[in-house]
């Protein structure tokens, strides 16, 4: 298994849809094979339509609010004393997290197939309420699927859906969080897949909703690129690129850009959702050995048990409360590209409480993961080195966990 | 040599009738029940589907979603789902049963160990729900050596050239999805429509036994009876929860459903 050099990690995959020979693929009924296959013609064509490449950069741009910024936490690093701890602050983006991006690229691609309806799935609510925010742009009607657990401890992100005109579509089945709000969003493109898009909120399920995603997301590293050019120069030699997972949307957002580089100047870590220190559930299907998978449509790393049902997830972050992963990430773990460690809720609890503590930045419980391993290494290393975390996500969605949890608002 | 599953579609065709395929999961809502129910309603049904239950079924309604939970909830394993259908078949040696489920769970098993113990439990057929054409080619083909029929399933979305392939890869038996549905949604697409897409897929050879699924009730049945085969999956999953819940004997209220399903197409 090898990463090819020059060719987007999107691409790499074989004629099935498998990355490595044995990430992703599309395991879907029959009734999707039409609708994957019609959105798998309609992307390829677009991506290279010059006209279509300008809208979304113009809807990068004036809607989304891209570049957001790259900036210095000197208080952290000061107080650290170790590596350059930097941000890339992805929630200053409309709506207050990276799910803005795949949301507006579905949208588009939805009105570009004639479809007037689209509908998605959500944990910690960003990816609704951001497609609920496209969807209200670009004139769709819009469903949100999402766990009734999850309906509960966000609720912000709810009533914003809600104010942006989507119906919000509870889940009662199964643990009740994203796992259960994503299979029945299949379900329901299944009976509507004739007149309704689907938007996949991370870069998992069948392949081409991986591409999509990714496609959309990898504009964050774009950005950082640029920016890191623009700071030093030139790009810096040794560079630690943390960011937290679930689906993996973010992160593969993040580094896409970099893949190519050699792991020694700019290593790639991605941080998975431990769950509570006390507890033996979790979501780190990576860091934690979980074995292969089918789970929605693609084979990855999913916490199962061994006849192959899935294993209940316990997280304080519901954006990474999900017991599979990107099957980009499985195929950057086997190929040794990219190092995957996990937090626990405590330690993504008291990284929020540094971080907002020492600097003027309001991370989410997801971005928070990636925090504490940020804090974690970052005084073992020289001031040479550039930690680099991507604070994708807003933590005003989490004020009532934080509130029950430590006593603030 | 001709299969199981051909023979009955044969006889049910000299009956001037459709075979009748049920559909239950396998430990609902225990193991001992749902063999009890199994070897019941086989006196109606032609051929029985028995599910193998996977708690995140992404192509199934709400029916079979509870049965399922159930069934899991109450410790059904794979092995046990083999140790039921094994018992069935020493009894009605004569009346296919086709295992129904999701591919993870054959994959976790190892595909070679589950067609081999597939093969020790006589099972006659297979439908994985989430494992379509062409990507399940390999495997159909080693279904094929162990003389199990591989199920390939269509629907109103699959467009011709497809079908063309489909068909003629498949095995003995064709499933036509009837509606774009997860199992046990309401029909919402005539029957007369539903026949003539039927008759498309039938025409291009006759010699394959095509059935027609999904929203088939003891309402509906009588109007797809020209069809080669129907299966009824939600309406017998949903009686199992009725009498659960008004704590009745399962096993009469399913055959009861099961025998005037049968009574509704001879």
């Known amino acids: 298994m090898k990463i090819k050099k020059g060719i987007s990690l999107i691409d790499q995959h074989d004629q099935f849809g498998f990355w490595g020979g044995k990430f992703g693929g599309s395991f879907i009924p029959e009734t999707l094979k039409k609708p994957v296959e019609d959105l798998t013609k309609e992307f390829k064509k677009l991506r290279k339509d ?32 170790g590596a350059q701890i930097w941000a890339k602050v992805v929630s200053e983006a409309n709506g207050g997290a990276h799910k803005i991006y795949n949301a507006t690229v579905h949208a588009l691609l939805c009105k570009a197939m004639g479809k007037k309806y689209i509908v998605g799935d959500t944990g910690a609510g ?36 809600k104010k942006n005109g989507a119906e919000i579509v509870p889940v009662y089945s ?21 007149n309704t898009h689907m938007c996949v909120g991370s870069t998992v399920g069948p392949n ?21 050019k623009s700071e030093f120069k030139r790009i810096p030699k040794k560079i630690k690129l943390i960011n937290c997972v679930g689906g993996g949307s973010s992160a593969y957002g993040f580094w896409s850009e970099f893949i190519d580089f050699d792991k ?11 769950g509570p220190k006390k507890s033996k559930l979790h979501a780190a299907p990576l860091s934690r050995n979980a074995k292969i998978g089918i789970l929605h449509g693609a084979a990855s790393y999913v916490c199962q048990d061994n006849e192959g049902q899935i294993n209940e997830t316990e997280s304080i972050s519901a954006g990474l409360d999900y017991p599979g992963v990107s099957p980009i990430h499985c195929f950057l773990k086997d190929t040794k590209r990219a190092r995957y460690t996990y937090a626990t809720d405590e330690e993504a609890l008291n990284a929020h409480v540094m971080v907002t503590k020492f600097e003027n930045l309001n991370p989410s419980l997801e971005p928070s993961h990636a925090f504490a391993e940020a804090i974690k290494i970052a005084p073992k290393l020289n001031k040479d080195t550039i930690i680099i975390v991507n604070s994708c996500g807003d933590a005003q969605k989490d004020r009532d966990i934080l509130k029950e949890r430590l006593g603030k608002i | 040599m001709t299969s199981l599953i051909n023979e009955t579609f044969k ?21 001992k029940k749902s063999l009890e129910i199994l070897k019941s309603i086989s006196a109606y049904a032609d051929i029985c589907e028995l599910g193998f239950p996977h ?20 410790g059904i394993k794979i092995n046990d789902v083999f140790a039921i259908a094994k018992e069935f078949k020493i009894s009605k040696k004569t009346t296919p049963i086709i295992l129904m489920g999701y591919y993870n769970m054959i994959y976790q098993y190892d595909e070679n160990r589950f067609l081999k113990k597939c093969k020790n439990s006589k099972i006659d057929g297979l439908i994985v729900v989430d494992f379509p054409y062409p990507e399940n080619k390999n495997f159909s083909k080693k279904c094929k050596r162990q003389g199990i029929n591989f199920i390939q399933l269509v629907s109103p979305t699959t467009s011709s050239i497809r079908l063309k392939r489909i068909i003629k890869d498949s095995h003995d038996m064709i499933y036509y999805i009837s509606m774009l549905s997860t ?17 498309k897929i039938k025409n291009q050879n006759k010699s394959k036994n095509v059935v027609i699924g999904f929203g088939i009730t003891e309402k509906t049945i009588k109007s797809l009876k020209k069809a080669d085969g129907l299966v009824v999956g939600s309406a017998i999953c949903k009686e199992i929860s009725k009498s659960i819940k008004k704590r009745q004997n399962a096993v009469t209220n399913v055959t009861n459903v099961v025998r005037r399903l049968k009574n509704k197409i001879i």
């Not at chain 1, 990068?60 to 957001?68: M, V």
């Not at chain 1, 609920?132 to 912000?156: T, W």
């Not at chain 1, 009740?176 to 029945?184: F, G, H, N, P, Y």
């Open chain 1, 50 to 81: 010059k006209k279509f490449i300008k809208k979304r950069d113009y809807y990068f741009k004036s809607y989304i609010g891209s570049p957001t910024s790259f900036i210095k936490l000197e208080n952290l690093t000061n107080h650290l004393g």
């Open chain 1, 126 to 161: 960003y990816a609704g309420k951001m497609l609920s925010m496209a969807a209200k742009k670009f004139g769709l009607k819009c469903k949100i699927f999402m766990g009734a657990k999850d309906i509960k401890r966000q609720k912000p992100n709810c009533d914003a859906m």
């Open chain 1, 174 to 194: 199964g643990s009740q969080t994203l796992v259960d709000a994503v299979s029945e969003c299949m379900r329901y493109w299944v009976s509507n897949c004739d």
């Open chain 1, 208 to 228: 081409i909703f991986v591409k999509i995603c990714g496609w959309s997301t990898a504009q964050i590293s774009r950005e950082l690129k640029a920016q890191l």
């Open chain 1, 264 to 274: 020694k100047q700019i290593e790639l870590i991605g941080v998975e959702a431990g």
């Open chain 2, 11 to 31: 006889k049910a065709k000299n009956m001037s009738r459709p075979a009748l395929l049920t559909y239950t999961v396998a430990g609902d809502n225990t193991k």
């Open chain 2, 55 to 74: 708690n995140t079924p992404i192509a199934d309604g709400g029916q079979i979603q509870t049965s399922a939970y159930r069934a899991i909830k109450n």
């Open chain 2, 183 to 199: 199992t046990g949604g309401k029909l919402k697409v005539s029957p007369r429509k539903i026949l003539e897409n039927y008759f």
